[in-house]
């Protein structure tokens, strides 16, 4: 079920260009906005992102026509929330509360080509199943549930479009809690948080490498505090992520890390927009971030 707290929707523009050569943002998200994610590699074109309180939809924008975009047959009464969105714009993966589910919350996919849902069998389970993030191609889909049969309380699971069934993801999950997957372009590296044992602080960030089927060290990202939230780049080169670490700026901060240096970016002129919503899904280079959820 829905899962309150507040985030940040950034002014990309100083942080992308100085990461991936991006363009600054334009135009006007009016509020309340709720999470938003972008994926770079479509030049920053479009935003999706939550808006509403309460009974939150799912909305497009476009830098290009500096416009929303209508969406037709993709919001539906009850909760629409944590949309990903594809490189091209095509298709939005998203969770929502509505009639007609097997179970409470489910993952929906959305194809902007036919206006339709498209079908997911496999997917979804009697139980919650949240936080979709697509992968570049609209092929895979990362999410989270605590169905049946898994390792622990949420586990982090992988849908393949192409077959219509769930990836094995072995070494990922823990007997803890796995939570908020953001996946690469290409599916191999998914980002994602863990509450459990052995970790440097209470909630640490993570990084699984699919071509491996293990974790991949993070030296120097994740501290003695909370870090939250990561969102993975579309080569998998750089994590952003929330943390409430000392020496931050307010009570919690985004920060950015670079894998080939194992080191954390500075963010110099880091600008807030607005702030309310629901923690981010990843997809991309998404850079929100929010207060730790009721798990």
Not at 49 to 76: H, I, M, Q
Not at 80 to 98: E, K, L, M, T, V
Not at 121 to 131: F, I, Q, Y
Request: with cysteine.
């Amino acid at each position: 079920m829905r899962r309150m707290s507040w985030v940040y929707v950034m002014a990309l523009g100083a942080v992308v260009a100085a990461v991936q050569a991006q363009p600054a943002a334009t135009g006007k998200l009016d509020p309340p906005v709720m999470q938003g994610t972008l994926f770079p590699g479509t030049g920053a074109r479009y935003i999706v992102f939550e808006s509403g309180v309460g009974s939150g939809d799912v909305c497009l924008y476009d830098r290009k026509t500096n416009s929303r975009v209508t969406l037709p047959g993709l919001n539906a009464p009850g909760l629409n929330q944590c949309p990903s969105i594809s490189s091209d714009g095509r298709y939005i993966a998203f969770q929502s509360y509505r009639e007609g589910g097997a179970g409470g919350m489910h993952v929906y996919l959305y194809d902007r080509s036919t206006s339709s849902l498209v079908s997911l069998p496999g997917l979804n389970s009697t139980c919650d199943d949240e936080c979709p993030s697509i992968s570049a191609d609209g092929r895979y889909i990362a999410f989270v549930s605590h169905r049946a049969g898994g390792v622990g309380g949420w586990d982090v699971y992988l849908y393949d479009r192409n077959v219509g069934s769930l990836v094995s993801l072995p070494g990922l999950n823990s007997t803890g809690t796995d939570d908020y997957p953001s996946i690469s372009a290409d599916g191999r590296y998914i980002a994602f948080q863990a509450l459990r044992e052995g970790g440097v602080g209470r909630w640490d960030v993570y990084l699984y490498d699919r071509s491996v089927s293990s974790l991949v060290s993070l030296p120097g990202l994740n501290s003695s505090a909370d870090d939250r939230y990561p969102s993975v780049s579309s080569d998998g080169r750089y994590i952003t992520f929330a943390s409430v670490r000392a020496g931050g700026t307010g009570g919690q901060d985004l920060y950015l890390y670079d894998r080939n240096t194992s080191s954390v970016v500075a963010l110099p002129g880091l600008t807030r927009l607005a702030m309310t919503g629901i923690p981010p899904p990843g997809g991309g280079l998404g850079l929100s971030g929010s207060q730790p959820p009721a798990r």
